[in-house]
């Protein structure tokens, strides 16, 4: 009898804001998980809010502003590409709630067919139930399961996407225990590999393009420590 593949996204968003309706996703990473186990192939777009304008503390969290965002296609205009990559694979998201409102609105918008919560599985409940009373971010929990949070100066959701991965393993029961990020750079947080200690997998790097727009976006920040 041939056993299903189950094929799973660890999910994170960047957005303009908080408001649902209003605010507009501006980031947007998902890394594939095939059994459980992380395939090396990865969904990484920025995105260009139109005509919103990017709060000051959104911009604070995830250094991300508009000026940076307008060379790049709206959600909406590329949400086909998102939509062919998430398959009707099962989502992995941090406060599933937050991450699936916006990107099921801006479906709606679309006129696409939105995401059922029976496809999404939430690393936030799932750490509240193990560890009830506890800090359950994602902070905390790389805290927790001792994962390095060296490489997050700021909120991105590819780099969030990749400490989730380590966290949402741990919560599994740590069936990955050799997975580790290992810095090239101290100094910047895009000189980063996701590598495995077992020979037989293989090395995983950030591509030149992911690196280059977080190095431009970097250059818009004034006065910012992470050049």
């Known amino acids: 009898m041939e056993t299903k593949v189950t094929r799973k996204l660890i999910l994170d968003t960047e957005t303009s804001g908080l408001d649902f309706d ?4 501006i980031e947007i990473a998902c890394l594939e998980l095939v059994d459980n186990i992380f395939t090396g192939k990865k969904f990484h777009q920025y995105f260009n809010p139109e005509n919103v304008s990017i709060s000051q503390e959104s911009e604070n969290i995830h250094g991300l502003n508009n000026e940076f965002l307008r060379e790049f296609n709206s959600f909406d205009y590329e949400v086909e590409k998102f939509i062919d990559f998430m398959d009707d694979s099962i989502l992995v998201m941090h406060n599933a709630q937050f991450d ?8 709606k918008r679309c006129g696409k067919e939105i995401i059922n919560d029976s496809q999404t599985i939430c690393t936030l409940e799932l750490a509240k139930k193990k560890f009830p009373g506890s800090k359950n971010n994602l902070n905390a929990l790389c805290r927790r399961f001792g994962i390095s949070l060296e490489e997050r100066e700021k909120h991105s959701a590819i780099t969030d996407c990749f400490l989730l991965l380590q966290v949402y393993n741990e919560l599994l029961g740590g069936k990955q225990r ?6 090239q750079d101290k100094k910047s947080s895009i000189k980063k590999d996701l590598t495995f200690d077992d020979q ?7 591509s030149e393009e992911d690196k280059a ?14 050049q």
């Open 22 to 25: 209003k605010d507009r996703i």
């Open 213 to 226: 727009n977080h190095s431009e976006m970097l250059k818009l920040l004034p006065n910012n420590l992470w």
């Open 178 to 183: 050799n997975l580790k990020f290992n810095s």
């Open 200 to 206: 037989n997998f293989t090395k995983i790097v950030l």
């Open 100 to 107: 699936l409102s916006m990107i099921n609105n801006s479906l």
